[in-house]
């Protein structure tokens, strides 16, 4: 089955730069969407089609595709971005949906 | 805004059926794409299927992990859809959220379900 990998966690100090990865071979011909999801509530799409940012998502989140690898940056990170971050994607054929095992983004 | 709500029992014996009910406001169900995703305690996200229908048309598709178990299901006139997961054991203990799909991605979502499995 296909998977999406990402690192387990994180750690930035405030103000500096975070930087996710998300690896998977269908990522060259699939869109790549991530998710921010804070305790207790239900994920929030931060960036879409791999680098949109959807209306109300702040400036400093973008994203980026190279190859088979997605980045989700946050740059200037304030306390409020501590969360778990999802990437997702579909499988080559455009059939099933997958996440990533999800990273724990910790503002130091 | 499109506003979604799950409703279902929060606790099901393990062998037994579950069957959850997703609450659509502000859109319609026809033509668009609708699904289920669920979250283990303390685990990641796992999608469930989606039921997309227009006019005469109905597809569904289900994760491949899950197919046997899974059932989905629409109720246009009360702009409703549901899930079915039938021979549940303690691994299927997980928020349930319903989620609409659009362009490869989940854009609304429901604030989710607990669903215990427990004798």
């Known amino acids: 089955s296909y998977e999406l990998t990402q690192p387990p966690s994180v750690s930035v100090s405030p103000g500096q730069t975070a930087r996710i990865t998300c690896s998977g071979d269908?990522?060259?011909?699939?869109?790549g969407y991530w998710y921010q999801q804070k305790p207790g509530q239900a994920p929030v799409v931060v960036i879409s089609?791999?680098?949109e940012r959807p209306s109300g998502i702040p400036q400093r989140f973008s994203g980026s595709s190279s190859g088979t690898t997605l980045t989700l940056t946050i740059s200037g990170v304030q306390a409020e971005d501590e969360a778990d971050y999802y990437c997702?994607?579909?499988?080559?054929?455009?059939?099933?949906?997958?996440f990533g095992g999800g990273t724990r983004l910790t503002v130091l | 805004q499109v506003q979604l709500r799950e409703s279902g029992p929060g606790l099901v014996k393990p062998s037994e059926t579950l069957t959850l009910t997703c609450s659509v406001s502000n859109a319609s169900m026809s033509g668009s794409y609708w699904s289920w995703i669920r979250q283990p305690p303390g685990k990641g996200l796992e999608w469930i299927g989606y039921i997309y229908h227009t006019g005469n048309t109905e597809k569904t598709n289900y994760n491949p992990s899950l197919e046997s178990r899974v059932t989905m299901s629409r109720d246009t006139s009360k702009n409703q859809f549901s899930l079915q997961m039938t021979s549940l054991t303690a691994a299927d203990t997980a928020v349930y959220y319903c989620?609409?799909?659009?362009?490869?991605?989940?854009?609304?979502w429901g604030q989710g379900t607990l669903v215990s499995v427990s004798s």
């Open positions: 269908a990522l060259p011909r699939q869109y």
């Open positions: 089609k791999d680098i």
């Open positions: 989620v609409r799909l659009r362009a490869g991605g989940f854009d609304y």
């Open positions: 997702q994607s579909a499988d080559d054929s455009g059939t099933y949906w997958v």
